[in-house]
């Protein structure tokens, strides 16, 4: 007899750690804008339009950047998808989530090495600016495929247009329902949980903000941190989410478990 596993991660600290996931997103795309001359590599949203204003003003070297950030973009979410769409059900933070994000952290040593290693700005050249952009895109990619196995409702942490719009369709959605006086009643079970997904959806959207407002301000006075700050970011994240394997892999096991 097999029995559902309960999850190795409470809520509270799941959300603590999709809001750091965010946080990196938040600060690659800053750094990609700003260092990397007006890439973004987590929002493909956003590059694809840059990559349409580049081809039609005829700027190809910038349209390629655009073009190696939507291919690393990709090329991750394929290779994070390998990874944990052979888990668990969808909505459970298993080893193969964690191994996605350990993946995703290796992309981002190498690219906080690189960015150190070779000169910034102008003084760059191609082939380092290209295998930055590339890094920081597969990196981005894989974690867009992790956190999508997580099912969070509304909830994507490289990119907030789908967050934005969940957030303000559900609070159009509740205020409807309050003033139509023939609807049913919300049980306080669906309240709780459209409150949680709420405070989720706009926590990811302000973290994701900060940290862009936080890359600005590393970059303009403390400019060694700008690109270290996303790899410590995740690197919390596994740090967390290796202890709760441990514990949760420690404690005894339950009868239904054991069957």
């Known amino acids: ?21 965010a946080w990196a997103a938040g600060s690659v795309d800053a750094i990609g804008f700003l260092g990397l001359h007006h890439v973004f590599t987590a929002n493909m949203t956003g590059n694809t339009v840059l990559l349409g204003l580049s081809l039609g003003q005829g700027h190809g070297l910038a349209a390629l ?5 939507l291919a690393g ?3 991750g979410v394929g290779l994070g998808a390998m990874i944990v769409e052979k888990g668990a059900k969808a ?27 070779t000169p910034g700005g102008e003084q760059r050249s191609p082939a380092a600016l290209y295998s930055l952009i590339a890094l ?6 894989i974690q ?10 509304g909830v994507a942490t490289t990119y907030v247009t789908g967050t934005i719009t969940s957030l303000i369709s559900g609070f159009t959605r509740k205020l409807h329902a309050a003033q139509a006086k023939a609807a049913p009643k919300e049980s306080a079970a669906e309240a709780k949980q459209w409150d949680h997904e709420a405070r989720l959806q706009s926590s990811v959207f302000l973290i994701y903000g900060l940290s862009a407002l936080a890359s600005g301000l590393f970059l303009s006075r403390v400019s060694w941190l700008v690109a270290v700050a996303p790899l410590l970011a995740v690197a919390l994240v596994l740090l ?20």
């Open 73 to 75: 973009f990709m090329l």
């Open 91 to 117: 909505g459970v933070w298993d080893r193969r989530v964690t191994a996605a994000l350990f993946l995703e952290a290796l992309m981002l040593v190498a690219f906080t090495l690189l960015w150190h290693l």
């Open 136 to 141: 920081s895109a597969l990196a981005m990619g």
């Open 65 to 69: 950047s655009n073009v190696m950030a």
């Open 144 to 153: 867009s495929a992790a956190v999508r196995r997580l099912n969070l409702p």
């Open 240 to 259: 967390v989410a290796g202890f709760s394997h441990r514990k949760h892999e420690a404690r005894p096991k339950t009868p239904s478990e054991s069957c």
């Open 1 to 21: 007899m097999s029995a559902i596993p309960d999850p190795m991660l409470t809520r509270k600290r799941r959300d603590a750690l999709v809001l750091l996931l």
